[in-house]
């Protein structure tokens, strides 16, 4: 079984962080040499991860409360949540499928003498272009903050230079992961300097929590194993344990209540040196390859099925999502050919305010509903993605049975 995600870091770098468990170097200055892997480091700012990075920044700009930020309709639940802890209300913008981003005319449409900011994703791998946002921007005196969390793909893009702070994460699911951890790119230097300051008073999350995270994952890469997995999928359809909520529950990042305490930490030491080690080994081709693969699959289905966001460009494919009417019967006829697809993300769509019912994001609202992700990653080989490729176009449009002659019919007699 292709299990539905590999994790983006190997046994060696798990080792390594579990040494750094026992012998940490000193926090603030792997800090800083963590910072200055990106261009401007002195504009870079590690978190432990980019809810928390986010967090400090509405701590710090203190908005007026009431304030509405456009956000792009599909994010992670927390993010929405921190929006609303800070008397903030998230106004969605509907989603272009050829990008997965709204378009600039959907931002523009948007905004109104309440509007403060714009948070905009580039989901799944794809990196949009930002310009005609900034443009908006500039002319309604509004902030860009341009979520990158699934978009790092190496340091040549460390956010648009204008954005006023762009924010990469280095969580367990993401690429190049160091299981936790985020970079936040602050344009206003006084502005960093005050985040710096908030966050230098956070208490600091022990070296052990981040042992048992290496151990977790380390149980959860082993079960992402391709012999342990089929294994592993094959025990829970037989006892009807529903694995897909339990693997994507297993996978969510501070879970259960006290969200706003549990992110207000600084990265620990083991944290940091394992980031260091990730962007010093940094390998740009492998991820490359991948998007090389990624462009092929493309090609083979679209037209066939919508595959959502792969205008984007560049594009690493860091997941393949695509849209079909029936997501369980692919899921189930991929399941059967070794293919462990999944609806089950941490996505959601943002609901809108109540006297702003114009903003609900249809279009968005389909996308969840009718989203497969297919197991797609570095480590599943060309023949493999193409052999995927074939199961997705068999289901959606089977060969029809070669017709029968009609025995006794008139014809026949
Ligand atoms: C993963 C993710 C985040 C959160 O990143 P963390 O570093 O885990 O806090 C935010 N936004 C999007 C779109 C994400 O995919």
Request: hydrophobic fraction near 45%; glycine fraction near 6%.
């Amino acid at each position: 079984m292709w299990s539905r995600k590999r994790f983006d870091i190997s046994w060696r770098d798990l080792m390594v962080g579990a040494a750094r468990v026992f012998f940490s170097p000193e926090p603030d200055g792997t800090a800083r040499r963590v910072e200055r892997f990106w261009p401007d480091p002195e504009h870079t700012l590690v978190c432990l991860s980019v809810r928390s990075g986010f967090d400090l920044l509405l701590e710090t700009l203190n908005l007026p409360r009431g304030s509405e930020v456009l956000v792009s309709a599909i994010t992670i639940p927390h993010m929405v949540k921190i929006l609303e802890h800070h008397g903030l209300t998230p106004v969605p913008v509907d989603l272009d499928p050829a990008t997965m981003a709204p378009t600039a005319d959907a931002w523009r449409r948007a905004v109104t003498p309440a509007t403060r900011a714009i948070l905009v994703a580039h989901l799944f791998g794809g990196r949009i272009d930002v310009t005609p946002i900034l443009e908006l921007a500039q002319r309604h005196k509004l902030y860009v903050f341009e979520d990158c969390a699934q978009a790092f793909t190496g340091f040549e893009y460390a956010g648009h230079p204008e954005a006023d702070v762009s924010m990469f994460s280095f969580g367990a699911i993401k690429s190049t992961t160091a299981l936790e951890g985020a970079v936040l790119r602050v344009r206003d230097g006084e502005l960093l300097a005050r985040m710096r300051t908030a966050q230098a008073g956070y208490p600091r999350q022990g070296r052990l929590a981040f042992g048992r995270r290496l151990l977790k994952y380390g149980l959860l890469k082993f079960l992402s194993f391709r012999p342990v997995a089929g294994f592993f999928v094959f025990v829970c359809r037989r006892v009807g344990c529903d694995y897909d909520a339990w693997v994507n529950g297993a996978v969510r990042g501070f879970p259960g209540a006290d969200l706003i305490a549990k992110i207000r930490q600084q990265p620990p030491a083991p944290l940091l040196a394992l980031m260091e080690r990730r962007f010093r080994r940094f390998n740009a081709e492998r991820w490359q390859r991948h998007a090389a693969k990624g462009r092929e699959l493309t090609v083979r289905l679209n037209g066939a099925v919508l595959c959502p966001g792969t205008s984007s460009t560049p594009h690493n494919y860091w997941v393949f999502p695509v849209l079909v009417d029936e997501p369980p019967r692919l899921i189930e006829q991929l399941v059967r050919s070794g293919y462990d697809a999944t609806q089950g993300v941490s996505l959601c769509v943002v609901p809108p305010p109540a006297d702003r019912s114009e903003q609900k994001a249809c279009f968005a609202e389909e996308f969840l509903k009718k989203v497969v992700f297919l197991p797609f990653y570095p480590e599943l080989p060309t023949r493999r993605s193409q052999r995927m490729a074939a199961v997705v176009l068999d289901t959606l449009n089977p060969q029809p049975l070669p017709e029968k002659p009609a025995v006794g019919s008139a014809e026949t007699a």
